[in-house]
């Protein structure tokens, strides 16, 4: 044969191979297409149809498999575990193929393949929540708590998603604060935190204490508003002593000051407002009132450099009680209160004042310095003596305003209020 013959033929063995290869990619082309148009209406028929035109793809058995094992008028869970069996033949390094298969091992009563399985998909995620959740509900099921903890606190540390429904798991399973603390809640401060404002929410106060020591033996740093809740929490349940313990580790880690030393025995944290208003614990706190401006100022002062300022808009004949702070007293203990007070056009015959009341009774304690209206002519001391009764050990001094009951009743204008003390009279 000539080297002219020869051309068309050697042509011909390219050409054909080539043919053959571009129309069996073609036709691989359009089995997989057609195979996710049939999935994308994923019922048993067409997801078995995907399959057909698609066995290697994984994704397609494992669908299937979840719609013989959880649809209800197809259910089969012998079909549903082959699938899932073909899934992690296809892709052994998928944990979600894995943990598809335990569970449908578990559903026939299969519990040592299942959890062979289980055993598998966590090797392959040991730290990725999602996969530890379902592998910490199987061991809780089978009644292992110490292994379901294991996977619950990898779930912990990694997310905030499952907080309440483990932590409220964990104490129907254990009931047990020490297990549970040292076994389930990782030793960082966020999880101990939202595990601490758990406690706390559920009056759990005992167990709240332990986790608090942890966190402060720990020496892990934190900003002091994380503790705010677990002291509300206090507050507001009538636990006023030990919010204060609380409040006083805050002072003994050096996160906030408490109250300042002059003059002797002032029992007023920041009385001078020379540092932030803190918004929590024993600090000064401001509870918002439309229209209402509450904060430090420079422009003003009765000792250097700050004051705080209350702004009234004008528009309401307002009952306000809503900058204060917390203070802890002893029952049956004669107190005087003393603090100076600047006015700017201060309108209405009801005008700012300080008061003093019991948190959690008024009845038994509520008093009043005098009113000042208009505007004043440089700072106005004002005071007020009282005497705690037996029942009182929490008061909170701030500023108020009561409603006035003439015509004319909006009141507008400013008020500054600087070196608020609280002393024991007599300790």
């Not at 005992?206 to 002291?231: C, G, K, Q, T």
């Not at 008093?367 to 505007?375: D, E, P, V, Y």
């Not at 009282?386 to 029942?391: A, E, H, S, V």
């Amino acid at each position: 044969m000539s080297q002219g013959d020869r051309r068309p033929f050697v042509c011909l063995l390219v050409l054909v191979p080539a043919a053959v290869a571009l129309g069996l990619a073609a036709l691989w082309i359009a089995r997989t297409y057609l195979a996710y148009r049939a999935s994308l209406h994923p019922t048993v028929g067409n997801v078995a149809i995907a399959v057909r035109l698609d066995p290697g793809n994984a994704n397609y058995h494992l669908e299937l498999g979840s719609l013989y094992e959880y649809t209800v008028t197809e259910a089969h869970p012998r079909r549903a575990i082959q699938q899932f069996r073909e899934a992690v033949r296809l892709d052994p390094w998928s944990p979600q193929a894995w943990l598809d298969l335990s569970a449908a091992l578990e559903l026939q009563g299969d519990v040592a393949d299942a959890t062979m399985a289980l055993e598998r998909a966590d090797y392959l995620a040991p730290d990725i929540p999602v996969y530890q959740w379902p592998i910490g509900n199987f061991y809780l099921l089978q009644g292992n708590t110490s292994e379901a903890f294991r996977h619950f606190r990898t779930v912990l540390r990694g997310t905030t998603n499952y907080d309440g429904i483990i932590f409220s798991m964990a104490w129907k399973a254990s009931n047990n604060p020490a297990e549970i603390l040292n076994q389930l809640i990782p030793r960082n401060v966020s999880a101990e935190f939202r595990y601490l404002d758990f406690l706390s929410g559920q009056k759990r106060f005992h167990s709240a204490r332990e986790v608090w020591r942890r966190i402060l033996n720990a020496r892990e740093d934190f900003p002091a508003p994380a503790a705010a809740p677990y002291m509300d929490s206090l507050i507001f349940s009538h636990h006023p002593t030990q919010a204060y313990r609380v409040w006083t580790d805050l002072i003994d880690r050096g996160l906030v000051k408490g109250p300042s030393p002059h003059p002797r025995g002032n029992l007023i944290t920041d009385s001078r407002f020379e540092r932030p208003l803190l918004g929590f614990g024993f600090g000064w706190r401001v509870d918002p009132v439309p229209g209402v401006y509450v904060g430090r100022d420079t422009s003003q002062f009765h000792s250097p450099s700050h004051s705080a300022l209350i702004q009234f808009p004008g528009k309401q004949n307002l009952d306000y009680h809503q900058f204060y702070q917390f203070v802890l007293l002893s029952p049956n203990h004669a107190y005087h209160l003393e603090a100076f007070l600047k006015t700017d056009h201060i309108t209405t015959d009801s005008g700012p004042r300080m008061e003093v009341h019991d948190f959690y009774n008024p009845r038994l304690l509520d008093q009043f310095s005098k009113n000042l209206t208009g505007t004043s002519d440089g700072w106005i001391p004002v005071s007020l003596n009282f005497r705690t009764g037996p029942k009182t050990n929490l008061v909170a001094v701030g500023v108020a305003r009561l409603p006035s009951q003439k015509l004319n009743n909006k009141i507008a204008g400013r008020v500054w209020v600087d070196d608020v003390t609280l002393n024991p009279v007599n300790p």
